[in-house]
């Protein structure tokens, strides 16, 4: 019913920018706030950074603070991450996450993406 499809990821050198998407479709009523999380080889998956959707409050965590930036098109469903400054520590499987109330429903469920790859190497 409801599909996050992300964009964006690839090889990119350390100093390097790469600009990720992810629109949401489907069934949705609404939206409260869309997200990406980052996932390492064998770590856990963490946050990276989260807006909400109304407001446009923003969180990031201490390791991007600076260098990344999220945003959000209301009227795409759509949120992007702008990575700018990239370090190899950076490089790990990107996902998107979306708290999504659909029509006929009462409250707001997670969805994830499918993850796209970010590799900075030189």
């Known amino acids: 019913q409801v599909q996050l499809v992300e964009s964006g990821g690839g090889l990119v050198k350390p100093g390097g920018s790469l600009r990720l998407s992810c629109t949401a479709s489907g069934n949705i009523f609404s939206i409260n706030g869309m997200g990406w999380y980052r996932q390492g080889l064998g770590e856990q998956r963490d946050l990276v950074a989260a807006i909400a959707f109304t407001i446009g409050t923003t969180n990031y965590a201490d390791s991007v603070k600076g260098r990344f930036t999220i945003s959000r098109d209301n009227a795409k469903n759509t949120v992007y991450l702008q990575m700018n400054s990239l370090k190899p520590e950076d490089t790990a499987v990107y996902y998107c996450?979306?708290?999504?109330?659909?029509?006929?429903?009462?409250?707001?469920?997670?969805?994830w993406g499918q993850g796209t790859q970010v590799t900075v190497s030189s």
């Open positions: 996450n979306a708290g999504i109330r659909v029509v006929g429903g009462l409250l707001h469920t997670d969805y």
